[in-house]
C-alpha cells in the first residue's frame, strides 16, 4: 500500500458488516463508515476543496471526527486535527500558519470559532455539524450526498495529516505526517501487538485530535478490522463498564489513565478479563500501578514509546521474552534508537544522554517552520527531547524529559524517580513532581499531591516515606495536597502547577 486511503478500502472488502465504530448512541459498521466518508469527501470536492488542502478538524472525540480524517484521505486533502480545547490565540495561530481552505466544527466547538472565521483570508468554508436539520447543517448535507467516491491516489510521500502540539515551549508546530511514515508505524504496531485481524476491540478514551487517539488508536484499530468503543471524554467508571460491556480486548491509555483505573476498580461491579493488549506510553508509569493493573486483568500491560513525530510507537516491551522492569522496551519494526551527549556523539550502554528516535517512521518535519525542523530532524532522527539510556541487550530506559530535570545545588534530580516513590504510599492517588526557584541552590523539588478518597495523610508522612526510598537531596521540599489535578489529553500539565506555585496560587486546583 502506498497510501492511507487503500487501507480504508481493503478493510471495507475484507470485513463490511463488522462494527467499527461503537458509542452511548449509534454503532456504525465498516461499510457505513465508508459511506459517510465518500459523502463528505464529496462535499468538500463540490466547494472547492482538493488535493494538498488544508482542512481544519475542530471537533472532540466523536465519530464525526474519524469520518473527516478519512473523507481528507480519500480526498487526497491534508486534515488537521485541532484540541477541541483550543480557543482564539491557538486557533489563529494554526489557522494563518497552515492556510487552511475549510474547517470542519460541531455544536461544541463552533461557537469559539465563528467569532474570528472572518479573520483568514484563505477560509473559503466552514463545516458546521449542528444537528438542526437547516441547510447549512454538515449532517443534512451528508445525507444528500452520494455514497460512492473515487479515492485520489497520492504519493508515499505526500503529507497525510499534520498534528499541531500543544504549544508548552511557544506556539504550537504543526507535525507534518507523509502517508508512508504512518503506514509504516501502523504495520509496525499491528505486528509487535500481536493483533488479530478482525477480531481486536479497543475501547479508546483518549482525546481523537491527538496522535495517540487517531493515529495509535483509531486507525490501528482500522488497520486491524477491528472495533473501537469511543468515549468523548474521560470518565474512570464509564471506560470500567465498557471494557466488560463490550469485550474489550484492547487499551491503550496514558499514565494518569491507568492511575484512575486502578484506584477506582471495584471487583463487585467491574471485570477486566477481556483486555489482551494493554499499552501506555506519553510518559513513564509508575511500575506499582503497572503490578496492581496487571493483577485486576490478568492482561500484561506493555510499555511503549513514541511521539507524534514518528507517527506512533516506535519502541515496545516485548510482548512475549525478556521483559526488564522500567525499560520502554525495544525499537520495532524500521525504527532505531541512538541516545547522544550534548555534542551529539553516540554514548555507551548504560549512559544517559538525549534520546534520537531514527527509522522509516518519522516525520517530514514540521509544517513550514524551517527552523524548528533544522533543530528537531538530524540525519539520524528525530531529537525526543527525552533523557534515557540503552543496556547492553538493547533495551530502552527513559530517564525523564530533559525539560523536566531539576537542578538542586548541583545535583540532577529525575521527578520520574521520586513520583514513582510516592504512588507506593497508599494515601497518594496522583502526583507531580516539579522544580520551583530557590535563591541558594537554584531549584529545588516540590510534589503535589491528590490524596486517596477517605485517606487521611500529612506532609510529614509522605517526606517520611520518601527519605526511607530517596536520597535527601531528592526529597521533596514542600508537599502540596490539592483536589484535581490539571490534566490536558489525560496528561498531567505541570506547566500548570509550576505557574500555580510560582503565583502562591494551588488554590484554583483545590474545591471551595
Known amino acids: 500500500m502506498d497510501y492511507l486511503s487503500q487501507i480504508l478500502a481493503s478493510t471495507v472488502r475484507r470485513v463490511p458488516s463488522r462494527p467499527f465504530i461503537v458509542t452511548d448512541t449509534q454503532t456504525l459498521t465498516y461499510a457505513e463508515f465508508a459511506a459517510q466518508t465518500a459523502q463528505l469527501a464529496a462535499i468538500l470536492r463540490q466547494r472547492g476543496i482538493g488535493k494538498g488542502d488544508r482542512v481544519g478538524l475542530y471537533l472532540p472525540s466523536t465519530p464525526l471526527m474519524a469520518v473527516a480524517f478519512w473523507a481528507c484521505q480519500r480526498l487526497g486533502a491534508i486534515p488537521a486535527p485541532i484540541s477541541a480545547m483550543f480557543r482564539h490565540a491557538e486557533l489563529r495561530t494554526i489557522i494563518a500558519h497552515t492556510a487552511m481552505k475549510a474547517v470542519i466544527a460541531d455544536a461544541s466547538t463552533w461557537s469559539y470559532f465563528a467569532e474570528i472565521r472572518h479573520e483568514f483570508a484563505s477560509l473559503t468554508q466552514c463545516l458546521v455539524a449542528t444537528g438542526d436539520g437547516s441547510g447549512d447543517d454538515l449532517v443534512a448535507l451528508m445525507a444528500a450526498a452520494p455514497k460512492q467516491f473515487e479515492d485520489v491516489a497520492c504519493e508515499p510521500g505526500d503529507i497525510a495529516c499534520l498534528f499541531f502540539t500543544s504549544g508548552t515551549t511557544g506556539s504550537p508546530k504543526g507535525t507534518a505526517q507523509p502517508h508512508a ?84 476498580f471495584d471487583p463487585a461491579r467491574h471485570d477486566l478479563t477481556s483486555l489482551r493488549i494493554c499499552t501506555t506510553g506519553g510518559a513513564p508509569v509508575p511500575q506499582s500501578v503497572i503490578q496492581r493493573f496487571e493483577q485486576l486483568s490478568g492482561a500484561r500491560v506493555t510499555q511503549v514509546y513514541g511521539s507524534t513525530e514518528t507517527c506512533g510507537q516506535n519502541v515496545m516491551e516485548p510482548t512475549l521474552g525478556v521483559r526488564k522492569r522500567g525499560s520502554a522496551g525495544l525499537p520495532v519494526g524500521s525504527s532505531r534508537i541512538t541516545v547522544v551527549d550534548d555534542h551529539d ?168
Open 345 to 512: 556523539r553516540e554514548v555507551a550502554p548504560g549512559e544517559i544522554g538525549e534520546v534520537i528516535i531514527g527509522g522509516d517512521c518519522v516525520a517530514a518535519g514540521y509544517w513550514q517552520n524551517e527552523e524548528a525542523t533544522k533543530a528537531a530532524f538530524t540525519p539520524d532522527g528525530w531529537r525526543s527531547g527525552d533523557l534515557g539510556y540503552v543496556d547492553e541487550d538493547g533495551y530502552l530506559f527513559i530517564v525523564d524529559r530533559k525539560k523536566d530535570v531539576i537542578i538542586a545545588g548541583g545535583h540532577n534530580i529525575y521527578p520520574l524517580e521520586i513520583e514513582t516513590v510516592l504512588y507506593q504510599h497508599p494515601a497518594v492517588a496522583v502526583c507531580a513532581v516539579v522544580g520551583v526557584p530557590e535563591e541558594a541552590r537554584g531549584e529545588i523539588p516540590v510534589a503535589v499531591v491528590v490524596r486517596n478518597p477517605g485517606v487521611v495523610v500529612e506532609a510529614r508522612d509522605l517526606e517520611g516515606h520518601c527519605r526511607e526510598s530517596l536520597a535527601a537531596f531528592k526529597v521533596p521540599r514542600a508537599f502540596h495536597f490539592i483536589d484535581e489535578m490539571p490534566v490536558e489529553a489525560a496528561k498531567i500539565r505541570k506547566r500548570d502547577l509550576v505557574a500555580a506555585l510560582r503565583e502562591g496560587n494551588l488554590d484554583r486546583f483545590r474545591r471551595r
Open 181 to 264: 511514515s504512518i503506514l509504516s508505524t501502523l504495520r509496525d504496531m499491528f505486528v509487535s501487538h500481536r493483533n488479530r485481524f478482525g477480531r481486536e476491540v479497543y475501547v479508546c478514551a483518549v482525546p481523537l485530535f491527538t496522535n495517540f487517539g487517531l493515529n495509535v488508536t483509531l486507525n490501528l484499530c482500522l488497520f486491524g478490522g477491528g472495533t473501537i468503543v469511543l468515549h468523548e471524554r474521560w470518565d474512570t467508571q464509564r471506560v470500567l463498564t465498557d471494557i466488560e460491556r463490550h469485550g474489550g480486548t484492547y487499551f491503550g491509555g496514558t499514565p494518569t489513565m491507568y492511575v484512575y483505573i486502578v484506584n477506582e
